[in-house]
């Protein structure tokens, strides 16, 4: 049986146990506590990513945070509270380049889901006409590079290289689809969803 939500194994409302949640004889992936009958509900997490394109190349940021730090990756983080996903990627995107693009400008590029670490991602994509950009405090440094100067030995999270090679392709071909992702622990597929 998985863990339930971040580990716990009492209600953090009322102290009661957490138990799991049956529902027509199939355990679910929530519990609910056995003393005040309160659903606890454990989701995937959802990361939000903006892929800004200057001509041919793109914006890389050098993690200053941990896990990664001092890697290079595409801005991005975890969506916040009472935020759309555009706002959110929006606002990662202020807090580690210094570029501020309205919400609005974001347009739809990349869905996924990363089930071995229970997070989906929502990838938008933008055009820029300067490499303008400062590092913010979650970021070492920040600059576009070319898919021949991308520091590929030295990226945060490769596992999702493919998508960042597919849009360095679609920058080269002028032609951008709305990808979606699927990633386990043994199988990654992207493929369009949209032309």
């Known amino acids: 049986m998985k863990a339930s939500p971040a580990g716990m194994n009492y209600c953090p409302d009322c102290g009661g146990p957490l138990l799991r949640h049956v529902v027509a004889g199939e355990p679910r ?40 730090r001092g890697k290079w990756a595409i801005p991005g983080g975890f969506l916040e509270l009472e935020e759309t996903l555009a706002e ?65 030995e030295e990226v945060a999270y490769p596992q999702v290289n493919d998508s960042i090679r597919q849009a360095y392709d679609d920058l080269d071909s002028g032609r951008f689809a709305v990808w979606q992702a699927q990633m386990t622990e043994n199988h990654y597929e992207l493929r369009p969803v949209s032309q």
């Open 88 to 152: 959110g990627a929006a606002r990662e995107l202020y807090e580690e380049a210094g570029i501020r693009l309205p919400p609005a400008q974001l347009q739809l590029y990349m869905t996924g889901s990363i089930t071995f670490i229970n997070q989906l991602y929502v990838g938008f994509r933008a055009t820029v006409a300067s490499e303008d950009c400062q590092p913010g405090v979650e970021s070492m440094s920040c600059r576009f590079f070319s898919r021949e100067e991308c520091p590929w």
């Open 29 to 68: 992936q929530h519990w609910f506590c056995g003393r005040c009958r309160v659903p606890h509900h454990a989701y995937p997490r959802v990361v939000v990513t903006v892929f800004v394109a200057c001509g041919k190349r793109l914006l890389w940021v050098q993690r200053e945070l941990s896990p990664q």
